[in-house]
């Protein structure tokens, strides 16, 4: 089978878009929401160029890179088996590190150490911190937060990144309930489209993504469809960037680059992302530049730890920031303390995300494959 490293590399790109996507709302929300008093950074929140810090469109395009990995195995060989171990493991495939971050801030909280409310005065954000890292006290609110909250209901009270955690997990079952029921169904597009139909229908325009990715997966392994004019690449390159960069300012949507994507009666801000997110999918895996640099080891690395940095990073600048901050406003203007900040919070993440992934999350995936196997013996031994 061929190797997707590269859809690993990815996944870090956007791990970093995250990243950046908080220190924007930390530091210049106005590059988000486009409501501040410099006009240049509300020019940018509204231009392509928020697509390097847009939190929703990465967060769309870890979706659709799970649909298009969790199918990959099955569209090569057809077997039904490996959805049904995909399914097995997916629980302990994910739990482990996700606790372990639930973990880290209610034992920190408890020794309050997470000053957000110190930290929403410093930056003068409202109240954007005030009902983050907010989970109950009780321990065993804490263990049901991980054991199913979480993932059955995206509770994100104790860290406020795990929310997509529930939309992760209950869209990978849903792309594995469709994948085993799509087993025997020739032509593959009918369910597909009777699929896609439905969730536009009921709008759930982030399970879409998984489905997505398991449609791109179908067309680039099974070769159906190929880019080969430059004119069409440079069309959906930019449908991509302006679908994947919608704006979270919606109050300048009718008055922005984007008015003519504007209209009533969907979701536009997820539903783009989704939409960015798939288009700019197909356009790397047809793409040996891309792949090339997607596969470049700074890249591979942030991929390899990305899972932990996306956990992680909101635990770590929450932790610094305050500190680093109210010393370097003292002597410093503000941009040169932002930059301090950064220069100092961002190896910690990289860090901490190498050292989790390491001792937390490796193990999980040795341990959850064990998991797979002894339950597909046990399975197959009852079958038989």
Same mark, same amino acid.
């Given at each position: 089978m061929k190797k997707l490293a590269y859809l690993e590399g990815l996944r870090g790109v956007a791990?970093?878009?995250?990243? *950046?996507?908080?220190?924007?709302?930390?530091?210049y929300p106005a590059l988000n929401y486009g409501n501040g008093t410099n006009a240049t950074l509300n020019i940018i929140a509204v231009s392509p160029l928020n697509i390097f810090y847009n939190g929703d469109f990465a967060v769309c395009l870890f979706f659709v890179l799970s649909g298009y990995v969790l199918?990959? +195995? %099955?569209?090569? &060989?057809?077997?039904?088996?490996?959805? $049904?171990?995909?399914a097995i493991k997916r629980y302990f495939?994910?739990?482990?590190?996700?606790?372990?971050?639930?973990?880290?801030i209610f034992l920190f909280s408890r020794l309050d150490?997470?000053? &957000?409310?110190?930290?929403?005065?410093?930056?003068?954000?409202?109240?954007?911190?005030? =009902?983050?890292?907010?989970?109950?006290?009780?321990? @065993?609110?804490?263990? +049901?937060?991980?054991?199913?909250?979480?993932?059955?209901?995206?509770d994100n009270s104790y860290n406020p990144v795990v929310w997509s955690m529930g939309?992760?997990?209950? =869209?990978? /079952?849903? $792309?594995?309930? *469709?994948?085993?029921?799509?087993? +025997?169904?020739?032509?593959?597009?009918?369910?597909?489209?009777?699929? $896609?139909?439905?969730a536009l229908y009921l709008k759930r325009y982030y399970y879409i993504s998984f489905l997505l990715g398991y449609g791109l997966?179908?067309?680039?392994q099974k070769e159906i469809f190929?880019?080969?004019?430059?004119?069409? +690449?440079?069309?959906?390159?930019?449908?991509?960037? /302006?679908c994947a960069s919608y704006p979270a300012a919606w109050q300048h949507w009718n008055t922005s680059l984007y008015a003519f994507m504007t209209f009533e009666g969907i979701d536009l801000y997820s539903f783009y992302h989704v939409v960015g997110s798939g288009i700019l999918l197909l356009l790397i895996t047809q793409s040996n530049a891309s792949k090339n640099f997607f596969s470049l080891k700074p890249v591979l690395f942030l991929g390899k730890i990305s899972f932990s940095m996306y956990l992680f990073h909101l635990i770590i600048l929450i932790l610094i920031?305050?500190?680093?901050?109210?010393?370097?406003?003292?002597?410093?203007? %503000?941009?040169?303390?932002?930059?301090?900040?950064?220069?100092?919070?961002?190896? $910690? @993440?990289?860090?901490?995300?190498?050292?989790?992934?390491?001792?937390i999350d490796k193990p999980a995936l040795k341990f959850a494959n064990k998991i797979e196997q002894r339950f597909m013996k046990i399975f197959f031994k009852l079958k038989s």
């Open positions: 791990a970093l878009i995250v990243v *950046f996507h908080h220190l924007v709302l930390l530091f199918s990959y +195995k %099955y569209i090569l &060989t057809n077997d039904p088996q490996i959805v $049904l171990g995909y495939r994910l739990m482990p590190l996700i606790a372990s971050s639930v973990l880290v150490l997470l000053h &957000t409310q110190q930290l929403n005065d410093q930056l003068h954000l409202g109240d954007w911190l005030t =009902g983050m890292f907010n989970g109950d006290a009780a321990f @065993i609110a804490m263990l +049901k937060n991980i054991f199913y909250g979480i993932f059955i209901f995206g939309i992760e997990f209950i =869209g990978s /079952m849903l $792309l594995f309930a *469709f994948l085993l029921l799509n087993y +025997k169904i020739k032509p593959k597009w009918i369910l597909f489209v009777i699929t $896609l139909l439905l997966c179908f067309i680039d190929r880019i080969r004019s430059v004119v069409l +690449k440079i069309v959906l390159l930019l449908a991509g960037i /302006m920031i305050p500190h680093v901050f109210s010393w370097g406003i003292l002597t410093l203007n %503000y941009n040169m303390t932002v930059l301090i900040c950064i220069m100092i919070s961002f190896p $910690l @993440i990289l860090v901490v995300s190498y050292l989790t992934e390491m001792i």
